[in-house]
C-alpha cells in the first residue's frame, strides 16, 4: 500500500484536493464500498482492486471491534 502521509503532501504541493476517510467515520464504510464498486467496473488493474478491497477489510474489521462510530471531529 502507498504511504498516505506521502501521498496527502504530494496533493498539497500540487494544490490537487484530497479527502481522508477515517475508522471512526459513521459514513467511511459505506463510502469505501461504493468506491470498491466502482473501482471493480473501472480499473483493469488488478493490484489495485486488491489493495481496496483490503482497504474496505480493514474498515469493517475496525467497525466489528470500535462498536461506536461517529461523525468525526
Do not use: H, W
Not at 504541493?13 to 476517510?21: I, R, S
Not at 469505501?32 to 482492486?49: C, G, L, N
Request: glycine letters at 2%.
Amino acid at each position: 500500500m502507498k504511504n498516505p502521509i506521502q501521498m496527502i503532501k504530494q496533493c498539497f504541493e500540487k494544490e490537487e484536493p484530497y479527502f481522508v476517510l477515517r475508522g471512526q467515520d459513521l459514513c467511511a464504510l459505506a463510502a469505501i464500498e461504493a468506491y470498491y464498486e466502482a473501482v471493480k467496473t473501472q480499473v483493469s488493474d488488478p493490484y489495485f482492486i486488491e489493495e481496496i478491497e483490503e482497504i474496505m477489510k480493514d474498515f469493517r474489521a475496525y467497525r466489528e471491534e470500535v462498536s461506536k462510530t461517529k461523525i468525526p471531529d
